[in-house]
């Protein structure tokens, strides 16, 4: 059995971009865990994927030939049932046996080459076969086609290939892009296998334009790489164009100085890593007059529909340059750049016709347009969309700031949609919002309506900036739970994967909100002044809602580091003001730290079981019932820690709240210790409940603590 290195290799045509680096990575784990599984790949095996447009390929080290034999042993029925008496083999036994293709003419040896061992209370009969491994040719047909069936394919392609079998015809193949060649080395040996219609071999192409030979012959699996970049002018590996394209825009924008930089975007910089097969960044330039159009309209015409970078300045304002990542490498790139700034040239001209017409109507005379605007069939028009975020704006600016806020509320959120309307928006709907903005300065209203107007979608995405003014929050929180009630209200719930309406987005936006921004807001409160305004468009599903945003911020609080336990204590109680959470949270965790909190969960955990059972009852303690010295001591400790204990917690120490309640732990466990809960006496008995009943609130204001009990 001999080790060498592995590389296979498929050759297509160009494949979809915002897939490659997913395909590629696919393929070649595919490929190195169905090899390790037929024991072919040493466990210290490294795995290099490769991708570019037009091929997926995977260099493997340590493959073996093939793989040891091993030694399987099954199991075939109980003694009792493959063998009689005598010992010698039933029918049963020996059909098992034939079956497995053993050779059953002399049953004496065909029962001496089966073993017995006990299981459980009776013994079975246990069959060993020698299984040889397998082949690095049968191993790797079989992991090419469990590799191929299991790459993310975004949409396939169904393509004709002519059949190499001796009948004429055509067959149909099914892949994400036609497929040309296939290359299987082992070391420098061809394994022969085939896929797609194709037989392995050692031939691939290199660039369409700038390769030095054609076909390529790749001599042997560690020349890949090399042979591609220096006959076949590609850079075959993903990770290394794009560090290259990083590399030459850093380059390119230094040069033209003055504090230049390219604008970051990791989704494109992968996108356009997968476009090129060998990088040339190229510096191009476009009219300055376009500069007067806002820059979010540029850039997103650059990036989304050209795939250039542009270049801001220092201050972080766009300039004039872009750069390109051209795939050729001309002697003379002036054609190359000229072309690039010709194709950008009608578009930005498009958006500045669009720009200045818009700008000949104010958003406020855009605002009656809405009525005519289907939001949902169920919920109405955009126009009355508009109307409830604007009731429920006013309503959460009253209570967060009084009228002055709650008017500047109500007129941005009137304007906030108008921009729907508007050419700008209609060419480019990613503009929502952005360009609302740039024309309510222009109408003249003040920044901070202007900037509510803006972000009022704010957050966008998980990590997206908030809104950046009392304004702008009000009004994206009315926005947001206005969404939220009216779906949920129609019963348009998301499932599974699917959130057509990014329901847990808005969630998780207005959790953001409330906490990172301390809104003095109850979650049921706010969720009730957003029902109101739907009337009977509705059906109330408050309750199903809060849950639905608890679920979501119990998951966002563990992706930031809260143990499970942490946060089932926490959001056990409800907190209503959720900016409250992080600090419960924190004071949770070092109450788990003190060496009393244990004893005190449990303690507490045992409390709760016994409420649960216990009749509800007056929970005012009658001192004059208290008959054993324990039961005396804890209401002692209970009554002269709680000046404290409530001064804390009312000044938001929680910490500190549930660092005095620690002291408890010797009365509570002398309680348990000395004092039966259930008296005979009534009076006696539910006296004794009322006290654990304010033992189990006090120690549970900021948390539930019987969470913590392991």
């Known amino acids: 059995m001999t080790s060498q290195n592995l590389l296979v290799e498929l050759f297509v045509e160009e494949l979809p971009p915002k897939a490659l680096k997913k395909l590629g990575d696919a393929f070649a784990s595919q490929l190195a865990e169905q090899l390790r599984q037929q024991g072919l790949l040493d466990p210290d095996s490294v795995v290099t994927p490769f991708a570019s447009p037009r091929r997926l390929a995977a260099h493997l080290t340590n493959v073996a030939s093939s793989a040891a034999d091993k030694t399987l042993q099954m199991k075939l029925m109980p003694v009792s049932v493959g063998l009689d008496a005598s010992g010698k083999a039933s029918t049963a036994l020996l059909k098992k046996l034939q079956g497995l293709g053993v050779d059953v003419s002399d049953p004496v040896a065909a029962v001496a080459a089966i073993t017995r061992a006990g299981e459980g209370k009776a013994e079975a009969l246990f069959y060993e076969n020698r299984v040889s491994g397998a082949t690095l040719a049968i191993g790797l047909q079989k992991a090419l086609e469990e590799a191929i069936a299991k790459l993310p394919i975004p949409k396939v392609m169904s393509y004709q290939l002519e059949s190499d079998c001796a009948l004429p ?128 309209c540029l850039i997103l015409t650059m990036k989304a529909n050209q795939k250039y970078f542009p270049l801001l300045d220092a201050n972080g304002k766009l300039t004039h340059q872009f750069l390109v990542v051209s795939n050729i490498a001309p002697s003379d790139a002036s054609a190359v750049v000229g072309g690039n700034e010709r194709v950008v040239r009608p578009r930005f001209a498009d958006a500045k016709f669009f720009y200045d017409q818009d700008r000949k109507k104010t958003l406020l005379s855009r605002v009656d347009g809405l009525s005519k605007v289907v939001y949902h069939n169920r919920l109405g028009t955009q126009g009355e969309r508009v109307a409830r975020v604007r009731a429920i704006a006013r309503a959460i600016g009253l209570q967060l700031d009084g009228q002055a806020l709650a008017d500047a509320a109500d007129t941005a959120a009137q304007l ?261 809960v259930n008296a005979e006496a009534p009076d006696v008995r539910l006296n004794r409940l009322a006290l654990l009943r304010l033992l189990h609130a006090a120690m549970n204001r900021v948390a539930d603590l019987s969470r913590l009990a392991s």
């Open 169 to 296: 015809g055509w067959s149909s193949v099914h892949f994400v892009r036609p497929a040309h060649a296939l290359i299987a080395l082992h070391g420098a040996d061809v394994v022969p296998v085939k896929t797609l219609g194709l037989r392995a071999g050692n031939l691939t192409q290199g660039h369409r334009f700038e390769a030095s030979v054609s076909p390529l012959v790749i001599a042997h699996a560690d020349r890949y790489a090399d042979t591609l970049a220096t006959d076949g002018a590609v850079i075959a590996s993903f990770a290394e164009r794009r560090v290259e394209i990083v590399r030459q825009l850093a380059v390119a924008a230094n040069a033209l100085g003055q504090g230049m930089r390219v604008i970051d975007d990791d989704a494109l910089l992968d996108e356009v890593t997968a476009l090129v097969e060998r990088p040339n960044v190229l510096v191009c330039a476009f009219e300055k007059e376009f500069l007067e159009v806002p820059q979010e």
């Open 416 to 676: 906030a949609k108008a921009d729907l309307l508007t050419d700008m928006v209609g060419e480019f709907p990613e503009l929502q919002g952005i360009m609302g903005g740039y024309y309510a300065l222009h109408d003249g209203h003040a920044q901070d309506i202007a900037f509510a107007v803006e972000d009022h979608y704010k957050p966008r995405f998980a990590g997206d900036a908030l809104p950046r003014n009392a304004v702008g929050v009000v009004v994206a929180l009315a926005d947001k739970l206005e969404t939220l009630v009216g779906m949920f209200g129609i019963g348009n719930l998301p499932t599974g994967d699917k959130d057509p309406f990014a329901l847990r987005r808005h969630a998780l936006g207005t959790i953001r909100m409330l906490i990172e921004k301390d809104l003095p807001l109850q979650v049921d409160a706010l969720i009730a002044s957003a029902t109101a305004p739907f009337g009977n468009k509705i059906t109330d599903a408050g309750a199903t809602l809060a849950d639905f945003i608890f679920d979501r911020l119990s998951g966002a609080l563990r992706e930031q580091g809260f143990s499970a336990q942490e946060v089932d204590a926490v959001l056990a109680l409800r907190p209503q003001r959720l900016g409250d959470v992080p600090q419960r949270l924190l004071a949770v965790r070092a109450f788990a730290a003190l060496p009393e909190s244990t004893a005190l969960a449990a303690a507490n955990k045992r409390i709760s079981n016994i409420l649960k059972k216990a009749p509800e009852a007056d929970p005012h303690v009658s001192e004059v019932l208290l008959i054993e010295p324990a039961e005396q001591a804890l209401y002692a400790a209970m009554r002269g820690l709680a000046p404290d204990v409530n001064a804390r917690f009312d000044a938001g120490d929680y910490t500190g709240s549930l660092k005095v309640l620690a002291v408890l732990r010797s009365p509570v466990d002398a309680f348990f210790d000395g004092v039966m």
